[in-house]
């Protein structure tokens, strides 16, 4: 295709859209979309419909306020080790030879 | 009914109002649709959630612009988010495919077919159509508007919330785009039949 051609060949295509009419929508279009947008809304609903129930409010308002009360209990307490779990630590702590930080020092030879 | 009427029924959901505009506008948002998404389908997809889009936003709507120009520009960023959306979808078929076991089938997108083109010029239309693919977004609205909807440049520019001088400036930019894409195409083709 020479240079000439091909440039009139593409303002011929650029050109195709100009007498071109305009697509109607399809039929029944209306009926589609009215029956699209009643399930849409009705799928809608019944997503939020639960939310809206007493008895799920009352639910949520329960667990938040449980939730609520645990943090505060926890909160206030203080770490209280009885007198027999220390004695366990101490013993197995003695046994393993952990309470001496200095162990592995004594290891290394002095020169 | 006049344009203020008919969006004040709409606000109070009258149901006979929704009916005439659609009735009056399908035509509008289907042809736009398709111009831009290239398939009939998807372009009937488009145009119920524009209506959806307009029953549910009429409140929002401040009448500063035409209807019309509200319409289309939903219009077009619906049918956009559509292009977005099928492209992030092949992009996924993509991986699928890579990293699948082999056997999903690879679907060809034949060359689109405009119904409202004349058949002598069906060739040049589907040729074009896959250049007008290839444009910047914006570009892409631009031209589709011009050419499919026969919008003048003001129009435009109102749908596009830009000035005139932008339009032309798009415009011209579109079909210098569009005369390399098909230059290409042309080139393409040529070596196939040799």
């Avoid at chain 2, 009916?19 to 831009?36: H, S």
């Amino acid at each position: 295709m020479s240079r000439m051609n091909k440039q009139d060949k593409i303002e011929q295509i650029l050109q195709s859209l100009d007498a071109n009419q305009r697509v109607p929508a399809p039929d029944f279009f209306y009926t589609r979309l009215k029956a699209r947008m009643e399930r849409e809304f009705s799928d809608g609903k019944k997503n939020k419909a639960w939310i809206l129930r007493p008895a799920y409010a009352l639910v949520v308002l329960i667990m938040v306020l449980a939730l609520n009360a645990l943090v505060i209990l926890k909160g206030s307490e203080t770490p209280d080790l009885n007198n027999n779990d220390t004695e366990t630590v101490q013993s197995i702590a003695a046994e393993y030879s952990l309470n001496d930080n200095n162990t592995l020092y004594d290891l290394i030879p002095e020169k | 009914m006049n344009e203020l009427e008919l969006i004040q029924r709409l606000r109070n959901g009258d149901e006979a109002a929704f009916k005439f505009l659609v009735e009056n506008y399908q035509d509008r948002v289907f042809n736009t649709a398709i111009g831009i998404v290239q398939n009939a389908e998807d372009a009937e997809d488009v145009a119920q959630e524009v209506f959806i889009q307009v029953f549910r936003s009429i409140h929002a709507f401040k009448a500063e612009s035409k209807l019309s120009t509200w319409i289309y520009r939903i219009t077009t960023t619906r049918a956009l988010d559509h292009l977005r959306n099928r492209k992030s979808k092949k992009r996924f078929g993509l991986l699928q495919r890579l990293f699948g076991d082999g056997n999903e089938t690879l679907y060809e997108v034949p060359d689109f077919n405009h119904p409202g083109v004349t058949l002598d010029r069906k060739e040049n239309a589907a040729l074009l159509f896959k250049a007008i693919k290839q444009l910047p977004e914006n570009q892409k609205i631009a031209f589709t508007l011009h050419k499919l909807e026969d919008l003048s440049y003001q129009e435009i520019s109102e749908v596009m919330k830009t000035s005139v001088a932008a339009v032309e400036s798009m415009m011209h930019r579109a079909k210098q785009n569009l005369k390399k894409a098909l230059a290409e195409s042309l080139e393409k083709k040529t070596k196939g039949e040799k």
